[in-house]
């Protein structure tokens, strides 16, 4: 074997492809821990880099799909476990004609889902909404809403002023635990 004062020159691969030595006596076992434990350090860091682009959709994914979403009117992002709606999605503004948000995580509607005015069908069915957490008057100004899906969810009521969608024809509560006045 090679013992710890022979003179070694080591070729080390590096980050960007090229080679550089490392000095004589870079072998000692000191030297040889501490680039073991550099390289597990990278390759730590290289994998949360990775782990980051791949829960985070690229940039040019976003703008593709958004460019989807006003072309067809259609926004869907059903089973994305989404906490959140992702602000590029109020960008569609009055093109929006279906959202789809079902089955997800989510706890809150902000009131940003006023701009999507050309609303006609609203799935929000299979999440964790309360009545605190929706943006009611917002939401009910809303006036091409046809279908509003709000089953499964943690509504104890919706408020009256849901009379105030005239074109809906179709409002999904069951799953609830409504009280009489939301009926």
């Keep these: 074997g090679i013992n710890v004062k022979s003179k ?4 080390v691969q590096n980050a ?21 434990q550099q390289g597990r350090i990278d390759t730590a860091n290289a ?7 791949r829960s985070a959709p690229p940039r040019d994914k976003v703008e593709e799909q958004v460019a989807n979403w006003q072309r067809t009117g259609l926004v869907g992002l059903p089973q994305c476990n989404l906490r959140s709606v992702p602000s590029h999605v109020w960008s569609i503004g009055e093109r929006a004609r279906s ?31 309360t009545i605190e957490g929706v943006a009611w008057e917002q939401l009910f100004s809303l006036h091409h809403l046809e279908w509003l899906y709000l089953s499964h969810n943690h509504l104890r009521s ?7 969608l005239r074109n809906l024809r179709t409002l999904s509560l069951e799953g609830n635990q409504q009280e009489a006045n939301a009926k």
């Design 158 to 164: 919706v408020p009256p002023l849901v009379r105030q």
């Design 99 to 129: 959202l789809y948000l079902q089955q997800n995580t989510l706890t809150e509607i902000p009131c940003e889902v006023g701009q999507l005015r050309g609303l006609t069908r609203l799935n929000l069915s299979n999440n964790q909404l």
């Design 16 to 36: 960007a492809g090229s080679s550089s030595r490392i000095a004589p006596n870079a072998g000692s076992s000191a030297s040889v821990l501490q680039r073991r």
């Design 8 to 11: 070694i020159m080591l070729m």
């Design 47 to 53: 994998a949360a880099q990775e782990e980051q682009k």
